[in-house]
């Protein structure tokens, strides 16, 4: 029997996934970041009433570990549930962070045609609307280390096939291993769709049959960068003509590096900066754009933001809300990693205190440069004249004096050093 549909494939929605490092930051849009989640589900939700899809299948992570709100779990269901009041099916499974949850065990879906499948074995869905068999099997503990996809039955004949599998595969960078298995096995299935989950970046194993990695829903944290949502299939005639990203992220995540070129002063630093943050926020199509900045390249002004790290992130922070508006962009962290413009080889050679000095902070060892700056911090702090309460925990005086100078701060000490040398 010859079909033609469309269905949505999702997973590691992570609702209500609490909230990384944010505490700590006061400027932080925490609420919008805390809420995110929440949007992104509704999004998918709406698109799929909007375009009257035929099904969503969700592969695993509904929640976010051991979180005991309830009223994530009433979220849920309460968006499952306007699915199910038009007619469009909901398959999913659990994974690995919702058989930590409460609240996913004692979830009850909201109508017949939402369902959450077996953790005992492998179930099978019959959509009855559509020639469409839907596989899988939920997480019953975290650690699910055995080949589960194994398991799963054989294709359903004359019917379209679709795989729910919370899994690694072979293994992913930066991905707890759960339920191994490999690309050939899926293959040799039969099974003309494998909606996979758990890895959070979007990714197309094979396209004969499709394998693919839909990645998750809404970006958590500045390492889930990019563009985050689901994957909409259309099926013609029994054939998939497209498995294609569907954008539905609330809050983006990004990167912004801005390489200076060696004439660039603070001035020029910043004008080159707001107009990488403004392309970035185009990118992000609206959304509140949450980035790391960073600044690298020799130029003129390092020297500026050398000796004055702390004012020189504030006057890129403050660019960077005049950029676009506070309530499109966030600077979630800034980092000045520029060099110096200077060629010590002539100071180098020279027989003087100079060369000797050049030579020696070329070759000193980092832990007596970084005792030097604190005995410096130590005697700078002593002054009743220094603002300690003003300056931060990141203030490189603050570091030093604690004790807690970083590789980085030190190399930049060197720098600073190096570069009033060759100013003469």
Same mark, same amino acid.
């Not at 469309?6 to 992570?14: E, G, N, S, V």
């Not at 996934?17 to 925490?30: M, Q, T, V, Y």
């Not at 499948?117 to 179930?123: A, D, F, H, I, K």
């Given at each position: 029997?010859?079909? +033609?549909?469309?269905?949505?494939?999702?997973?590691?929605?992570?609702?209500?996934?609490?909230?990384?490092?944010?505490?700590?930051?006061?400027? %932080?849009?925490?609420?919008?970041?805390?809420?995110?989640?929440?949007?992104?589900? +509704?999004?998918?939700?709406?698109? %799929?009433?909007?375009?009257?899809?035929?099904?969503?299948?969700?592969?695993?992570?509904?929640?976010?570990?051991?979180?005991?709100?309830?009223?994530?779990?009433?979220?849920?269901?309460? !968006?499952?549930?306007?699915?199910?009041?038009?007619?469009?099916?909901?398959?999913?499974?659990?994974?690995?962070?919702?058989?930590?949850?409460?609240?996913?065990?004692?979830?009850?879906?909201?109508?017949?045609?939402?369902?959450?499948?077996? +953790?005992?074995?492998?179930?099978?869905?019959?959509? =009855?609307?559509?020639?469409?068999?839907?596989?899988?099997?939920?997480?019953?503990?975290?650690?699910?280390?055995?080949?589960?996809?194994?398991?799963?039955?054989?294709?359903?004949?004359?019917?379209?096939?679709?795989?729910?599998?919370?899994?690694?595969?072979?293994?992913?960078?930066?991905?707890?291993?759960?339920?191994?298995?490999?690309?050939? !096995?899926?293959?040799?299935?039969?099974?003309?769709?494998?909606?996979?989950?758990?890895?959070?970046?979007?990714?197309?194993?094979?396209? *004969?049959?499709?394998?693919?990695?839909?990645?998750?829903? !809404?970006?958590?944290?500045?390492? #889930?960068?990019?563009?985050?949502?689901?994957?909409?299939?259309?099926?013609?005639?029994?054939?998939?003509?497209?498995? #294609?990203?569907?954008?539905?992220?609330?809050?983006?995540?990004?990167?912004?590096?801005?390489?200076?070129?060696?004439?660039?002063?603070?001035?020029?630093?910043?004008?080159? +900066?707001?107009?990488?943050?403004?392309?970035?926020?185009? !990118?992000?199509?609206?959304?509140?754009?949450?980035?790391?900045?960073?600044?690298?390249?020799?130029?003129?002004? @390092?020297?500026?933001? *050398? %000796?004055?790290?702390?004012?020189?992130?504030?006057?890129?922070?403050?660019?960077?809300?005049?950029?676009?508006?506070?309530?499109?962009?966030?600077? #979630?962290?800034?980092?000045?990693?520029?060099?110096?413009?200077?060629?010590? *080889?002539?100071?180098?050679?020279?027989?003087?205190?100079?060369?000797?000095?050049?030579?020696?902070?070329?070759?000193?060892?980092?832990?007596?440069?970084?005792?030097?700056?604190?005995?410096?911090?130590?005697?700078?702090?002593?002054?009743?004249?220094?603002?300690?309460?003003?300056?931060? =925990?990141? @203030?490189?005086?603050?570091?030093?004096? #604690?004790?807690?100078? *970083?590789?980085?701060?030190?190399?930049?000490?060197?720098?600073?050093?190096?570069?009033?040398?060759?100013?003469?």
């Amino acid at each position: 029997m010859m079909a +033609t549909f469309r269905f949505l494939h999702c997973a590691d929605l992570h609702l209500d996934s609490p909230l990384r490092g944010l505490e700590a930051n006061p400027d %932080a849009p925490a609420e919008r970041i805390r809420s995110a989640t929440r949007r992104a589900l +509704t999004n998918l939700v709406d698109y %799929a009433l909007r375009e009257k899809v035929d099904f969503v299948v969700a592969a695993g992570d509904l929640y976010d570990g051991d979180w005991q709100d309830w009223r994530t779990g009433q979220f849920l269901v309460a !968006q499952i549930a306007r699915l199910c009041a038009a007619g469009i099916p909901f398959i999913a499974i659990r994974g690995n962070h919702d058989a930590e949850s409460i609240i996913t065990r004692r979830l009850r879906m909201p109508h017949e045609t939402a369902q959450l499948l077996s +953790t005992r074995r492998p179930e099978t869905v019959r959509l =009855k609307h559509l020639p469409v068999s839907i596989h899988g099997q939920s997480f019953a503990a975290r650690a699910e280390t055995t080949n589960m996809a194994q398991e799963y039955p054989a294709a359903d004949r004359d019917r379209f096939n679709i795989g729910l599998l919370h899994t690694s595969i072979d293994g992913r960078v930066g991905h707890d291993t759960y339920a191994p298995c490999s690309v050939d !096995q899926l293959r040799g299935h039969g099974y003309q769709y494998w909606a996979l989950g758990h890895v959070h970046r979007r990714e197309v194993l094979s396209d *004969s049959p499709w394998i693919v990695f839909s990645g998750n829903l !809404q970006g958590r944290h500045i390492n #889930e960068r990019g563009s985050k949502g689901a994957t909409l299939v259309t099926v013609v005639d029994d054939r998939i003509t497209a498995a #294609e990203p569907l954008v539905l992220d609330d809050v983006r995540w990004d990167r912004v590096e801005v390489t200076l070129p060696n004439d660039a002063d603070e001035d020029a630093a910043l004008e080159l +900066t707001r107009a990488a943050l403004l392309d970035a926020c185009r !990118q992000a199509g609206g959304r509140l754009l949450a980035t790391r900045i960073v600044l690298s390249g020799a130029c003129a002004a @390092h020297v500026a933001f *050398s %000796a004055d790290l702390h004012g020189a992130r504030e006057r890129l922070r403050a660019e960077a809300m005049t950029a676009a508006g506070a309530d499109a962009i966030w600077a #979630e962290t800034i980092t000045l990693a520029t060099r110096p413009m200077i060629d010590t *080889s002539a100071l180098r050679e020279r027989e003087d205190a100079t060369g000797r000095l050049v030579r020696a902070l070329e070759t000193i060892d980092p832990a007596q440069l970084a005792a030097a700056l604190k005995t410096y911090a130590d005697r700078m702090l002593g002054h009743a004249s220094w603002p300690r309460q003003e300056l931060g =925990k990141e @203030h490189p005086v603050m570091q030093a004096a #604690e004790g807690t100078v *970083s590789a980085d701060l030190v190399e930049r000490a060197r720098d600073l050093l190096l570069a009033r040398i060759a100013e003469g």
